[in-house]
């Protein structure tokens, strides 16, 4: 663990320097119909050996808003989701002692899945991912978000009941296909 920060091995954003006082705020999207987490493949650090890693949605909190308005006006921003999520769950605040840097992570949670019309110049592709399949190569703080709060991202899952509503979906529809298939074959018992 760095002495300096409540994660281990991370360091804050700097351009030209020691930044202070910033603040910045992400999330993982997850759908409540399928209960997949969505990820953004984006570049890790524009300023310092740019490449792609999937990392979370969002981006600096302005001056004028909180870390809750900033994470899903960023999110909204960078899929082009326009409904409203169902939840907005703070999950941790990153911080450096040094710099006092902090990042606000969050989960928010929508109703369905949806394909994300993406800026290419702030991201490059997304992926929704079931829980523990985690894409590859995941941004570090990121992979140490997940190992740190990953109880409590399953339990927020397992809150929306979301793996029940998938077995009923998935039985009714069945059901649905069973009746049908009954009519079109005249097997119906009147």
Same mark, same amino acid.
């Given at each position: 663990m760095?002495?300096?920060?409540?994660?281990?091995?991370?360091?804050?954003?700097?351009?030209?320097?020691?930044?202070l006082n910033v603040r910045g705020a992400g999330a993982l999207i997850l759908a409540k119909d399928t209960g997949r987490l969505l990820f953004a493949f984006r570049i890790a650090d524009r300023h310092t050996r740019p490449h792609l890693?999937?990392?979370?949605?969002?981006?600096?909190?302005?001056?004028?808003?909180?870390?809750?308005?900033s994470v899903v006006r960023w999110s909204k921003i960078q899929t082009g989701y326009k409904?409203?999520?169902a939840d907005v769950i703070p999950l941790y605040t990153f911080f450096n002692n040094q710099t006092n840097f902090r990042y606000h992570n969050y989960l928010l949670i929508v109703e369905n899945e949806f394909w994300p019309s993406l800026d290419r110049k702030l991201t490059e592709d997304y992926k929704w991912v079931e829980y523990g399949k985690w894409p590859d190569p995941l941004y570090p703080t990121v992979?140490? *978000?997940l190992r740190e709060k990953g109880p409590e991202i399953? %339990?927020? @899952?397992? +809150? #929306?009941?979301i793996r029940e509503s *998938?077995?009923?979906?998935?039985?009714?529809?069945?059901? %649905?296909? @069973?009746? +049908? #298939?009954?009519?079109?074959?005249e097997k119906v018992i009147y």
């Open positions: 760095n002495p300096d920060t409540n994660l281990p091995h991370s360091t804050p954003p700097k351009r030209g320097g020691v930044r890693v999937w990392n979370l949605w969002g981006g600096p909190v302005e001056s004028n808003e909180n870390p809750e308005t409904g409203q999520f992979s140490a *978000l399953i %339990k927020i @899952i397992e +809150k #929306n009941a *998938l077995l009923l979906k998935g039985n009714i529809i069945k059901l %649905k296909d @069973i009746i +049908k #298939n009954m009519i079109l074959s």
